[in-house]
Structures are given as C-alpha cells and as structure tokens.
C-alpha cells in the first residue's frame, strides 16, 4: 500500500504544497480578473474591490483560530475540510452570476485559506524533526517563490484567452487531487490537553485581525484621515489589546500568546514582520510602475517580475548548503542587507531603462529573499514544543499576514502621497519625471524597511536553532552568539 510505503512527513510535503500552491496563486491571479469583474457585473472599483476585500476579511477570523481548531479536532480533518471549501467555493466562484454572489463565495473560500496555511505548517513542522527543518524549508520555497509570481501571468493569460472564470476553475484539479491524496496519505494528529473552545479569544482576534486588515486596505485609497479607515483602525487595535489581556489571563487560551515570549521565536517574527513587508510590498508596487509609468501590458508586467522567483529558487540550493554551518542569524541578515542594496539601485531606473535589466534585479532580489525565506522558517520553531506548533504556526501566519497588509499599505500611502496629478504639470515629460521620482521613494522607503529587517535579524541567536543545524564533525552544536 502507498501509504505504508511514502514516510508520514512526504506526504504531508506534497499535499501541503499542492494546497499552499492554490491558496498563493489565488492570491495575485485575482487581482489581475478585477478590471474585467468591474466591466462583467458593470460596477465600480469600490464594489469589485470587495471580491479581495471579503476573501481577506474572512482569512482575518480563520487564521488566529486555525490552532486550536486543529489540535482540538484533528490536523488531518481540519485540514482536508479547508482544503475541501476552499476548492468548493472556488467553483462557486467561478459559477457566480452576480457580485453579490461572488463576494459571498469568496468568503467562503476565506475559511478554507485561513486554516490551510496555518494548520498544513505545523503539520510539516511536527513531521520533521528540528535537524531536518532546513530540508523542510526547502520543499516550502516551491510554491511561496513561485505562486505569487505565476499569478499574474497566469491571471492575465485566463482573462484574455479563456475568461475571468478560468482564474477560479484553476483550482479545481490541484485542490481535488490534493484532497484525494491526503484522504488517503496523511494521519491524525490530536492534542490531548487543548482546553475548550475560547469565545472570547476567538472573538477578539478575529474582529482585531479583520479590523486592522481593513483598515490597512482601505487607508491607502481613501485617505488617513477618513473615519472609516483610522476609525475601524483604532477599534481593531483596541480589540487587540484587550485580546492580550484576555488571552494572557486565560489557562487554556485559543492564541497562546505566552509563546511570543520565547526568544527565537519573536526574533523571526520581528525579522518576517520587515522582510515580508519589503518583499510583498515590492511586488505589488513594482506591477504598478510598469504599467501605469512604463506603459507594459499586464502580461509582460508579469514576465519581468517573475525573474524574482527563478532567484529564490536557484539561491535556495545554495542557502540549503549552508544553513547547516552558517545558522540562521548571518544568513538573514545578509540577505536584507544585499537586499536593501538592491531595491536603493532601483531608484535609478527610468523611463528608459531596459525591461532586461529590471528582470535582472529582480532575479537578484529574489535570490536575496532565498537568504530569509528558508532560514526563517527553519528556524522559527526549533525551540517550540511539538505541543504548541499548532497554536505557534497561528501566530507566525496572523503575523505575516498582517506584516503583508502592512508593507503594501505604507508602500501604498507614500505612492499616493507623492504621484503627481496630471492637472498640475506643465507638460507631459514633466508629468512622467514626477511619476518616476514617486516610484523612486517608493523603492527608497522598501530598502530601508529591508535593512530594518536585517537589524532584526542580527537580535537571532544562532544557538537557539541549534537543533535544526547539523554539527560539524568533531564540532559541537553552535553556541549562542549576541
């Protein structure tokens, strides 16, 4: 039988990368369909906008709870049912014959998305031990280089040949095979002692998480100084506040905040919180320049970007190499710092610049992110108790998820704040200089928040993670370092 035959931990690997595969993917392929969504159903950006808007809302409530919900019902059933709704309602998406429809739909597919992640990494965290957490990480790069960047091409090739539709229906065939393999390969996991279901905790974060991201998104396009962007901002806060005194008070609660204390673990998650504002905050400022400012089709926006993808791959062999000798802590931070070079030197590309040079940066700032990616998440977890990998891995992904929300958001405000408006230039070369010059900042402000991710990265102790780096021979573990 195949599943006597596949060790545990490989089959968790392949169904977890299928499902983060579609879950990514769906990510960036949409935002290419919302033009031709605006245009279908004849409404206006504010409305189609909704379409992102209630996916991520709903991914806000799912995320923090997706701990407890695995560890109290069962990793392997938790997991097969998010990725069952999430393939289910990306049909329904796909069928959806209004807006309204398609907004409740991707709500529903939001419940899949914000359990898989969470609860598929600590799955794979479980299935392999500290020592082989490296080779882990290696498998994961596979779909969190390349989906995001597949997106948009994919995205802009289903609009334009077949219909918005095809950016739902894609799912299908992954996320089906996914669940017929798992049904089949993965094994139960429960915990014993996960306590009841917390409604107040479970309250609180999902309406902080929701509040905040709505605020983030909406701050950018309709101003700071609209109550609804720091009104909702400044409940979700408060509602996050009173999750931690909650939370911190309760003996079994649904976010084991305690584990914020320990030290590796916050280390990376301060690191994460830079570098994936940086990165993801790049790759959706850098679409924009080539297409409002350079003039490029959304496809070939796509196929200049998608270098930073072939970075991340080629890079992680080499990092995978070195990982085990070097640890964490150097390797991070050196990857921001190239990093941040590397984003300072896009502030001299122009109107003129070759689209092969950029592929070029791109490629090279892709392979810099390899230096951050797999040390990260090998070593996020190496001093987390198997008890608590589940309720870690929730914290570690409402972390990132917001950490993302929050670099498109700065990205997004200084952009909005520094384009010129096309009434008050005195000519059109004027005009696009001052497009550029805004862009300029834009790329000037990731670099720096890079670098702050690389002083972060230097607060890790490479003895730690020892046990996720394999001693030399005739060496012992390495030693904690300052």
């Given at each position: 039988?195949?599943?006597d035959r596949m060790?545990?931990?490989?089959?968790?690997?392949?169904?977890?990368?299928?499902?983060?595969f579609?879950?990514?993917?769906?990510t960036t392929?949409?935002?290419?369909?919302l033009p031709?969504?605006?245009?279908?159903?004849k409404?206006?950006?504010a409305?189609?906008?909704?379409v992102?808007t209630?996916?991520?809302?709903?991914l806000?409530?799912?995320i923090p709870?997706s701990?407890?919900?695995?560890d109290?019902?069962?990793?392997?059933?938790?997991?097969l049912?998010?990725l069952?709704m999430?393939?289910?309602?990306?049909?329904?998406?796909g069928l959806?014959?209004?807006?309204?429809?398609?907004i409740a739909?991707?709500?529903l597919q939001?419940?899949g998305?914000?359990?898989?992640?969470?609860?598929?990494f600590a799955?794979l965290?479980r299935?392999?031990?500290p020592a082989?957490?490296?080779q882990?990480?290696?498998?994961?790069?596979l779909?969190?280089?390349?989906?995001p960047a597949?997106?948009p091409?994919?995205g802009?090739?289903?609009?334009?040949?077949?219909?918005w539709r095809?950016v739902?229906?894609i799912n299908?065939p992954i996320?089906v095979?996914?669940?017929a393999f798992?049904?089949?390969?993965?094994?139960?996991?429960?915990?014993?002692?996960?306590?009841?279901?917390d409604v107040?905790?479970?309250?609180?974060?999902?309406?902080s998480?929701?509040?905040?991201?709505?605020?983030?998104?909406?701050?950018?396009?309709?101003?700071?100084?609209?109550?609804?962007?720091?009104?909702?901002?400044?409940?979700?806060?408060a509602a996050?506040?009173a999750?931690?005194?909650v939370e911190?008070?309760?003996?079994?609660?649904?976010?084991q905040l305690?584990?914020?204390?320990?030290r590796?673990f916050?280390?990376?998650?301060l690191t994460?919180?830079?570098s994936?504002?940086a990165f993801?905050?790049?790759?959706f400022v850098?679409?924009?320049?080539l297409?409002?400012v350079?003039?490029?089709?959304?496809?070939q926006?796509g196929l200049?970007?998608?270098?930073?993808a072939l970075?991340v791959?080629?890079?992680?062999?080499?990092?995978g190499?070195l990982?085990?000798?070097v640890?964490?802590?150097?390797l991070?931070?050196?990857?921001l710092t190239?990093m941040s070079?590397?984003?300072?030197?896009?502030?001299l590309v122009d109107?003129?610049?070759s689209?092969?040079l950029i592929r070029?940066l791109?490629f090279?700032?892709?392979?810099?992110?390899a230096?951050?990616?797999?040390?990260?998440?090998?070593?996020?977890f190496?001093s987390?108790a198997?008890?608590?990998t589940?309720r870690a891995?929730?914290?570690?992904?409402?972390?990132?998820q917001?950490s993302s929300?929050l670099?498109?958001?700065?990205?997004?405000?200084?952009l909005s704040s520094?384009?010129?408006?096309?009434?008050?230039s005195?000519?059109p070369g004027?005009f696009?200089?001052g497009q550029?010059s805004?862009f300029?900042d834009?790329?000037?402000v990731?670099?720096g928040?890079a670098?702050?991710?690389a002083?972060m990265a230097?607060?890790?102790k490479?003895?730690?993670?020892?046990?996720?780096m394999r001693?030399r021979?005739?060496?012992s573990?390495?030693?904690a370092?300052?």
């Open positions: 039988m195949l599943r060790k545990p931990e490989y089959a968790i690997a392949v169904v977890y990368v299928a499902a983060m579609i879950s990514i993917l769906d392929v949409v935002n290419v369909a031709t969504l605006s245009r279908e159903f409404v206006g950006t409305s189609v906008d909704w992102i209630g996916y991520l809302l709903s806000a409530v799912w709870a701990g407890w919900i695995g109290r019902i069962g990793t392997k059933r938790t997991f049912f998010a069952a999430f393939t289910a309602a990306s049909a329904l998406c959806a014959t209004s807006l309204g429809e398609l739909f991707r709500i939001g419940v998305g914000g359990m898989l992640t969470p609860v598929g799955m965290m299935a392999f031990p082989r957490r490296a882990a990480s290696k498998i994961l790069i779909p969190t280089a390349v989906a597949l997106g091409i994919v802009g090739l289903l609009v334009d040949w077949l219909s095809w739902f229906y299908l996320g095979a996914a669940f798992g049904a089949v390969m993965l094994r139960e996991h429960k915990e014993p002692r996960v306590g009841g279901f107040p905790g479970f309250v609180l974060s999902g309406s998480l929701a509040l905040i991201l709505y605020a983030l998104s909406q701050g950018p396009s309709k101003g700071w100084s609209s109550p609804l962007a720091w009104g909702t901002g400044l409940v979700g806060l996050f506040a999750l931690i005194v911190l008070r309760r003996t079994a609660p649904m976010l305690r584990l914020v204390g320990n590796l916050r280390s990376t998650m994460s919180t830079f994936t504002g993801l905050g790049l790759l850098m679409p924009l320049f297409q409002q350079r003039g490029v089709s959304a496809l926006s200049t970007t998608f270098p930073e970075g791959l080629a890079a992680s062999q080499i990092v190499r990982y085990p000798t640890g964490p802590r150097r991070m931070a050196s990857g190239v070079c590397f984003l300072a030197l896009l502030t109107l003129d610049t689209l092969w070029l791109m090279a700032m892709g392979a810099s992110m230096f951050v990616f797999l040390p990260l998440q090998a070593s996020a190496a987390i198997p008890a608590d589940g891995s929730a914290i570690f992904n409402t972390q990132r917001v929300a670099g498109v958001a700065v990205l997004a405000t200084i520094t384009l010129p408006n096309a009434g008050m005195s000519s004027e696009a200089s550029v805004a300029h834009v790329f000037l990731s670099a928040i670098l702050a991710g002083f230097l607060r890790i490479d003895g730690d993670a020892a046990a996720t001693a021979a005739g060496a573990a390495p030693a370092t300052s």
